[in-house]
């Protein structure tokens, strides 16, 4: 199994231009996330998508756009880059919603190895 | 609203001591907690978690935490280190309701093994 892939692995940007971030899993899973690392902020939460065909914002959603194309594919967008927008960015699935599921290993959140973004 | 901190930004331990890293949460109810493990260049790794019962929980890697209520605490524990668990931890905890909640992570602490 591949998990969860994130394309692509290295992007340097213009301010202003767009760009997609793709994102799929091959775990059959329900849930899909977008968080951004930046050093000494630990891992925020940008956007998710508790099922197929519902997304929620996270802690820090302005300017970006998400879109999850089906099951397996969970798509973010930054519509015109910025230099605060230069992070890591990480895409994780799991079977259900982590605060579900109890103790069994559903709720757990499988990673992709992140896609670093330069903005200039 | 949830949220977590790790107090300790950066530890420095011996090889073979042993490691106490701290996780301090924000929550009315029962939370649900996990640590999260990251060596570099690469995704994060699931190292325990809490949800109900037995308080003190055990993980992979010769991991183990400990749920205190009356502290607001889930420290992660390991009894002798080895040089293969440099790399940076983070805590989390489970906001919002149970079928649309997320998972809302604390700064992380960077743990460096000295020879």
């Known amino acids: 199994n591949a998990g969860v892939t994130q394309t692509p692995k290295f992007q340097v940007l213009k301010t202003g231009q767009s760009m997609t971030l793709q994102c799929a899993q091959d775990?059959?899973?329900?849930?899909m996330y977008w968080y951004r690392q930046d050093p000494g902020m630990g891992l925020r939460l940008i956007y998710y998508s508790a099922s197929e065909g519902t997304t929620d914002k996270g802690e820090v959603p302005n300017g970006y756009n998400v879109s999850r194309l089906n099951k397996r594919e969970f798509s973010l967008r930054l519509e015109s880059a910025a230099p605060s927008q230069t992070s890591v960015y990480f895409c994780a699935s799991s079977e259900t919603p982590p605060g579900t599921g109890v103790n069994s290993g559903a709720n757990v959140l499988t990673f992709g190895a992140g896609s670093r973004l330069t903005v200039l | 609203a949830q949220s977590v901190t790790q107090p300790d930004i950066h530890i420095t331990v011996s090889e073979g001591a042993s490691l106490e890293l701290r996780c301090n949460y924000s929550?009315?109810?029962?939370?649900?907690l996990f640590w999260y493990v990251q060596s570099p260049g690469q995704g994060l790794q699931l190292l325990l978690k809490?949800?109900?019962?037995?308080?003190l929980v055990q993980g992979i890697k010769g991991f183990e935490a400990e749920f205190k209520r009356s502290q607001s605490s889930f420290n992660l524990r390991k009894p002798s280190v080895h040089w293969s668990d440099a790399a940076e931890y983070f805590c989390?905890?489970?906001?919002?309701?149970?079928?649309?909640?997320?998972?809302?992570f604390g700064q992380g602490t960077t743990l460096q093994v000295k020879p």
């Open positions: 989390a905890v489970v906001h919002g309701s149970s079928n649309t909640g997320k998972l809302i």
């Open positions: 775990m059959n899973h329900n849930s």
């Open positions: 929550y009315g109810a029962t939370p649900y």
């Open positions: 809490y949800f109900s019962g037995d308080t």
